[in-house]
């Protein structure tokens, strides 16, 4: 259920579900699901479907990863990338495979630790975890050419916003009850909105846990 026949399976799913960027197929298939997940779930990895991952948080279903990471890239190379919500590192892992530097961000210390010790074993050395509060983003680390978060706040924070370089692109969930995806796009003259598709996210929290 982990072998490279079935990751291939994955792969084609996602092109047939319109994921369009080649080198965000490419990551998708390099990236090892099955190793981010409980043994127990290891046969549903290659599943389209978001797995618990403890701590009443998910990993999201491939499609999403896919769909948020080639919304980011738009096509481009990417230089360095914030996400918040590190979760167990699988988001980072397809990110590191499409750009220079990315910096992630966890509140809760097993998560944050589990996710450093799989991307350390997967030799994948082009990411920073930070364990810290998300909500504010990393203003040391900043401008990013993309920012993620994989959590679904209720509005946009415009500290966040403030941290995209101009040309850069920011890709969230937001709502409470109902949630969409949103593209936020800086350029020379302020910023610009686009609202996606429906999705359904674990909720922003505030703090470290």
Do not use: W
Request: proline fraction near 4%; charge should be neutral; hydrophobic fraction near 45%.
């Amino acid at each position: 259920m982990t072998s490279a026949r079935t990751r291939g399976r994955l792969i084609e799913r996602l092109r047939a579900e319109g994921i369009q960027d080649e080198t965000v197929l490419a990551a998708m298939n390099e990236v090892p699901r099955h190793i981010f997940i409980d043994e127990a779930l290891a046969t549903r990895a290659y599943d389209d479907v978001s797995l618990p991952i403890g701590h009443g948080q998910t990993i999201s279903q491939p499609y999403i990863v896919a769909r948020m990471t080639e919304v980011l890239r738009n096509g481009r190379q990417l230089g360095r990338v914030l996400e918040i919500g590190t979760g167990c590192g699988y988001q980072a892992a397809v990110l590191a495979k499409v750009a220079k530097e990315v910096y992630s961000i966890e509140r809760i210390m097993p998560l944050h630790s589990r996710a450093a010790k799989t991307l350390r074993e997967l030799k994948i050395f082009n990411t920073n975890l930070r364990y810290a509060d998300g909500s504010g983003g990393l203003p040391d680390a900043a401008p990013f050419d993309g920012i993620i978060m994989t959590c679904a706040a209720p509005a946009l924070m415009v500290v966040l916003r403030e941290q995209l370089a101009v040309g850069g692109r920011m890709v969230l969930p937001m709502g409470t009850q109902e949630q969409y995806l949103y593209l936020i796009e800086r350029d020379e003259n302020g910023f610009n909105e686009s609202r996606l598709e429906a999705v359904k996210f674990v909720p922003l929290v505030m703090g470290k846990a």
